[in-house]
C-alpha cells in the first residue's frame, strides 16, 4: 500500500511544480540597468533573465558527451548583481487598500509578465519586502519563496480549474487516506492513526466530505460527491490562497494536510510531523542516513513553513510557531 502512496506523491509533486512561477523567464534579452536607460517599473523577471554564474570561456569548446551535449547544455545557476539600495512598501497607486514594492523610492516592481505587483496585505508586501532587503550582494530567487508565491499569485500560469482539478485527481491516494495495514508495522499504524486521523476528521467537519481511510494497495475510495465537495473548496479560493495551498500540498504531498494547514486548524510542526510520519518510522528502525533523511527534513521545512508563512502574513494572523 504504501508504494502506491509514495508514487502518487511523487506524480503530485511533480505536477504541482510546474505550476510555479519561475523567477527565470525562458526567454529574455539583456537589458541595461544604468539610471539613465532604467525603466520606471521594474519588471523582476527581466532582472533575472540576462544574467549567470561565471561561465568557463572555454565551455564552448569542451568535449561532448557521448550524448551529444557539452558543458556549456548544462543549466546553469543564474543570478542578478543588486540593482538596489533601498526597498520599501507603499500604498498602491490604484488601489488604496492594497500594496507595491518599490526600489530606492522610485521604481515600482512588477511580475514576471509585467502586472502590477499589487499586494493585498500590507503584512505580506512588508515579508515580500524583507525578502529583497536581505539580499546582499546579488539576488537570488532561492532565498524568496514569498516572492515566487506572489509572483505565481499574480501572473497564474495555470488556471484555478487546472489547479483545482489536478489536486482533487489524487485525492485517492492522498497520504492521509492511505494507511499501512501490515500487523508487523504496529508502531506505524499507531502513528498513523493519532498523527494523519486529525486531518481526516478536519476536512471531513469543514467540506462536509464522507472520505474514509483506506489500506487497499490502489488507494482509498473516493466519491464523486466528495471529489466535487473538494473541488468547489478550491475554486472558492482567491488566488492566493489557491497559490499557497497548491504550494503546501506539493510540499506535504497531500491535499488534505494542506487544507488543514492552509485553514488555520493545524500549526506549522504539526504538519511537518504528519507528513512525515512514514520516513520518521523508517529512521526509528534503521536509523538516519546522514546526508539523506536530515536533508529531508531540513527541506521539507522549508517547504512547508514557506506557504504557511505566506498564508498567516496574507491573513495578518500571528505567525507560525
Known amino acids: 500500500m504504501l508504494r502506491a502512496s509514495r508514487s502518487s506523491r511523487t506524480s503530485l509533486e511533480l505536477l504541482l511544480s510546474s505550476s510555479r512561477r519561475s523567477f527565470f523567464p525562458s526567454t529574455s534579452t539583456s537589458t541595461s540597468t544604468s539610471s539613465g536607460t532604467q525603466a520606471q517599473d521594474v519588471p523582476f523577471g527581466r532582472w533575472f533573465g540576462g544574467t549567470s554564474t561565471a561561465s568557463s570561456p572555454s565551455a564552448s569548446t569542451s568535449a561532448s558527451s557521448p550524448s551529444g551535449h557539452t558543458a556549456a547544455d548544462a543549466p546553469q545557476k543564474k543570478f542578478l548583481p543588486k540593482f538596489f539600495k533601498d526597498v520599501s512598501v507603499t500604498v498602491s497607486a490604484t488601489d488604496p487598500s492594497k500594496y507595491e514594492i518599490v526600489f530606492d523610492d522610485k521604481h515600482t516592481l512588477k511580475s514576471p509578465a509585467k502586472s502590477p505587483f499589487v499586494i493585498p496585505s500590507k503584512a505580506l508586501a512588508h515579508g515580500i519586502a524583507a525578502e529583497w532587503a536581505w539580499q546582499k550582494n546579488r539576488v537570488d530567487p532561492e532565498t524568496m519563496p514569498l516572492m515566487q508565491l506572489a509572483a505565481t499569485a499574480i501572473d497564474q500560469p495555470q488556471s484555478a480549474e487546472v489547479i483545482a482539478s489536478s489536486l482533487c485527481a489524487f485525492l485517492p491516494t492522498d497520504p492521509v487516506l492511505c ?14 492513526n493519532m498523527v494523519l486521523q486529525p486531518y481526516l476528521d478536519f476536512v ?13 494497495i490502489v488507494g482509498a475510495a473516493v466519491s464523486k460527491r466528495d471529489v466535487g465537495l473538494v473541488y468547489e473548496y478550491l475554486m472558492n479560493l482567491d488566488a492566493w490562497k489557491l497559490c499557497a495551498l497548491m504550494e503546501l500540498s506539493s510540499a506535504c504531498k497531500s491535499v488534505c494536510m494542506a487544507i488543514g494547514g492552509a485553514s488555520g486548524g493545524f500549526s506549522v510542526e ?12 523508517q529512521i526509528e528502525q534503521w536509523g538516519l542516513v546522514e546526508g539523506g533523511h536530515d536533508i529531508d527534513l531540513a527541506d521539507s521545512q522549508v517547504r512547508i513553513r514557506s506557504p504557511m508563512v505566506f498564508l498567516d502574513l496574507l491573513n495578518e494572523r500571528k505567525t507560525c510557531n
Open 179 to 192: 494507511r499501512e495495514d501490515d500487523v508487523t508495522k504496529s508502531d506505524l499504524v499507531a502513528a498513523q
Open 204 to 216: 471531513n467537519m469543514q467540506l462536509g466530505t464522507k472520505l474514509r481511510a483506506s489500506t487497499s
Open 270 to 281: 504539526q504538519v511537518i510531523r504528519a507528513s512525515r510520519v512514514e520516513e520518521d518510522y
